[in-house]
């Protein structure tokens, strides 16, 4: 792919947390404009950290990030990539700390210096386009879990990212509201990394998927969703296949 | 947790700027606490009791602010009449009473319940989100307005992960007792709290350096004075210095 439509790109990035055995291992990565990327991998094997190292909340201890072509390194450069990425956090309690609705979709652009007339009308705009029109004035924490998770995906929507790092946005969430999130997804015309468990979902919303294990990320053109009739046993019992081990022993 | 189901009403008490509510509340609160005479005590538990009154407070919304109060003032009139020096009133048995002490507890008594009843008038009905807004209104520093706003959003996210752990410890058969095995899973249960919420203040602190936080906070409210905001804080301030002049000169 052309170079310039390089968003994110990270090579050889390692990490582990103090005391524990390395997570991440010269992992490389790389997201280009209008590409949608899934990635799939066992619990802890650091699909999570990967995405906090692309928005600089944890520093990897050795591997080169650059992202929108430029090396970033200091928590001063990353205040353009946060404001240009957007991360949906796994837990939508973290996200919104705000009494109300509206100003919590507000904080950001506030941040970025909207004036509270713009930053207000962003807002709203942002939450009418999730429908959730009319939630401006709703207490956050007296929201149910699927209305909060849409709020806090307003949150980070109202930062108008060009690209999106989702955590597991849709787990914890009943079939319907699973759907709309879906539904909005596809209607995005953002880039955006997709972190989740499940693989079907990864099929339907992302060109291509990454499997994350013992440290490595493994991304290759050949590996794309794509579904299949085969002959194994124990074919009678309801199975799943995903890309690589632990589901694809049968 | 916080209910808030007062703060949802329609009277003068509701309506009221919430700034105004602020500065009277505290006003009357502090005139109160420092004064000492019947003679401005009594007018104050007046105001209290006119206040609930024009709040339309519910009698028992009235009571859960009451009661706690009252039942501390009980213990108070157990021991202050008894170990305050002065003069003899009445014994019980060996225990001698003095004028004094029975004096200081129906002072304390007076004052706390008049407080009381501004504060659940004017604060209570006014919804929590509201009154830090109004609090930064006031120049309140805005470190003190976001622990505030911070509490408040997650004493019921913290009271939830209790309430987990605690169910948690349930159905695995704990029952508190008085042993060593109750006191060091209660221990655990607090540090556990502890730990989560200190993961929690990470968790959050990083998801508002995604959105740009860069140490200051913005609000988005907009409060007007109006015309019964300003005769009301003017009447009310007429009234707390009534009670400042009732304690302070010599007049009666």
Redesign the interface.
């Known amino acids: 792919m052309d170079k310039n439509s390089l968003i994110i790109n990270l090579s050889d990035i390692s990490f582990a947390y103090p005391g524990g055995a390395p997570i991440l291992d010269k992992i490389n990565l790389e997201l280009h404009q209008g590409e949608r990327v899934g990635l799939i991998g066992p619990n802890g094997s650091g699909k999570t950290t990967l995405l ?1 190292i692309i ?3 944890l520093k990897p201890s050795s591997g080169n990030i650059e992202i929108f072509g430029k090396t970033v390194k200091q928590e001063k450069d990353f ?1 353009t990539v ?2 240009r990425i ?2 949906l ?1 796994q ?1 939508a ?8 609705v ?2 919590d979709v ?3 652009p ?3 210096g909207k004036s ?1 007339d713009e ?2 009308e962003i807002a709203q705009k942002a939450l009418e386009f999730l429908g959730l029109t009319g939630f401006g004035d709703r ?3 007296k929201l149910s879990g699927g209305e909060k998770k849409l709020v806090s995906f307003a ?2 929507l109202a ?1 108008e990212p060009e690209v999106l790092l989702l955590d597991e946005p849709t787990t914890g969430l009943d079939e319907a509201t699973e759907k709309r999130v879906v539904d909005i997804l596809k209607g995005l015309d953002l880039s955006y990394i997709f972190v989740s468990h499940n693989i079907d979902l990864l099929m339907e919303t992302t060109h291509r998927v990454g499997y994350m294990i013992n440290g490595k990320v493994s991304i290759d053109e050949g590996r794309v969703p794509h579904t299949h009739v085969h002959v194994h046993e124990y074919g009678r019992h309801t199975h799943k296949h995903a890309l690589n081990w632990p589901y694809k022993k049968h | 947790m916080i209910e808030e189901k007062f703060a949802a009403g329609d009277s003068l008490a509701h309506r009221l700027d919430p700034r105004v509510k602020i500065i009277v509340a505290t006003l009357f609160s502090i005139t109160v606490a420092v004064s000492d005479r019947f003679l401005a005590l009594l007018p104050a538990l007046a105001i209290g009791f006119i206040f609930v009154l024009v709040a339309a407070v519910p009698i028992k919304r009235l009571l859960q602010g009451l009661v706690p109060v009252n039942l501390l003032i009980i213990f108070l009139w157990f021991f202050l009449p008894f170990t305050f020096g002065g003069e003899p009133l009445f014994r019980v048995g060996p225990l001698v009473a003095t004028r004094e002490g029975v004096w200081h507890a129906t002072e304390i008594t007076i004052k706390s319940n008049a407080i009381m009843g501004v504060l659940i008038a004017l604060v209570a009905s006014t919804p ?2 509201t009154l ?1 807004h109004a609090m930064h209104e006031l120049r309140i520093p805005s470190k003190i307005v976001h622990l505030f ?2 509490t ?3 004493i ?2 913290i009271n939830r992960e209790y309430l987990r752990l605690v169910n948690a410890m349930k159905i695995r058969g704990f029952r508190p007792g008085t042993n060593i095995h109750t006191y060091r899973t209660l221990a655990y249960l607090v540090g556990m709290l502890f730990v989560k919420s200190h993961e ?1 203040a990470e ?2 602190y ?9 140490g ?1 906070f ?3 409210n ?1 409060f007007s004075l109006r015309t019964i905001d300003y005769v009301s804080l003017i009447l009310m301030l007429a009234v707390i210095l009534g009670l400042a002049v009732l304690e302070w000169t010599r007049i009666a």
């Open positions: 906090h928005m600089g909340l205040g946060r404001q957007g991360l956090f837990d309690d973290d996200q919104l700390f705000n009494p109300t509206l100003e507000a904080f950001g506030l941040n970025l509270q930053a207000r207490v956050t924490y949150t980070v930062m | 929590v989100s830090g706003f911070f408040y959003r997650y019921h996210v929690r968790r959050v990083n998801a508002m350096l995604c959105r740009g936080f860069r200051r913005y609000s988005l907009q």
